[in-house]
């Protein structure tokens, strides 16, 4: 089976810090993306990667950067957390291009202080 | 602009019934859809997939339609069971690439 690991599931930051949200995909999967889900607005994208050392804007991406230096990890930066980024976060990976069958993280609860 | 629709919001009903999740979206020109599970707190699991060229797919109870032209998917979950309670999102794939989800539907199979 395909896993896909968050790394904390649960995190608590202060405005201003810089948070590193880390994931990682177990099955060669070339796509990977960063959701935010929050009530009454459900997903949104924020970033997604096609491959290696690549990545494209989402639907939401002001606040946010990601980096993907390896194949199996996608990591999601706050560069300063703001109250307005405490949500859910989700990360999910798919074989490739044209075979968009999701697998998703079990997420990370972050609250910003 | 896609967008996806699922309605109700919220569902409540007694064990043993089939039940019909629906799911709409704005724009015929999709790749695909998907059905996901989320239970409380967790993730999403893949349910279901339909390429834009079938009609529908089955997975034990689960049956999932497509109609392409009217912009409409349904879900179709046979002798609804406590264990099914959870949210169902479904989700396109279109020209972008991207997909664009609906909010969900809350179901609750009471025993």
């Known amino acids: 089976d395909v896993k896909v690991t968050q790394s904390s599931r649960y995190l608590v930051k202060r405005t201003g810090e810089k948070v590193f949200l880390e994931c990682v995909q177990d099955?060669?999967?070339?796509?990977m993306f960063w959701y935010r889900q929050d009530p009454g607005l459900g997903l949104r994208l924020i970033y997604f990667?096609?491959?290696?050392?690549?990545?494209e804007k989402g639907d939401i991406p002001e606040g946010y950067s990601v980096s993907r230096e390896k194949k199996e990890r996608f990591s999601l930066i706050l560069e300063s957390a703001s109250t307005n980024q405490t949500s859910m976060y989700l990360c999910?990976?798919?074989?490739?291009?044209?075979?968009?069958?999701?697998?998703f993280g079990s997420g990370t609860q972050l609250s910003v202080l | 602009k896609q967008e996806v629709t699922q309605i109700p919001a919220a569902l409540s009903v007694p064990e043993g019934e089939n039940l019909v999740l629906n799911c709409s979206f704005t724009?015929?020109?999709?790749?695909?859809l998907q059905w996901f599970r989320q239970d409380p707190g967790k993730g999403l699991t893949s349910l279901l997939l339909?390429?834009?060229?079938?009609r529908e797919q089955t997975s034990g109870r689960l049956n999932a339609s497509l109609d392409k032209s009217s912009g409409r998917s349904t879900l179709y979950i046979a002798a609804s069971q406590p264990g099914d309670s959870a949210t169902y999102l479904c989700?396109?794939?279109?020209?972008?690439?991207?997909?664009?989800f609906g909010k969900g539907m809350k179901l609750t199979v009471n025993p």
């Open positions: 999910a990976s798919s074989p490739r291009k044209g075979d968009e069958k999701l697998f």
């Open positions: 989700a396109v794939t279109g020209g972008s690439e991207k997909l664009v």
């Open positions: 724009d015929s020109a999709i790749y695909n």
């Open positions: 990667s096609y491959d290696v050392k690549m990545k």
């Open positions: 339909i390429q834009s060229s079938q």
């Open positions: 099955m060669d999967h070339e796509n």
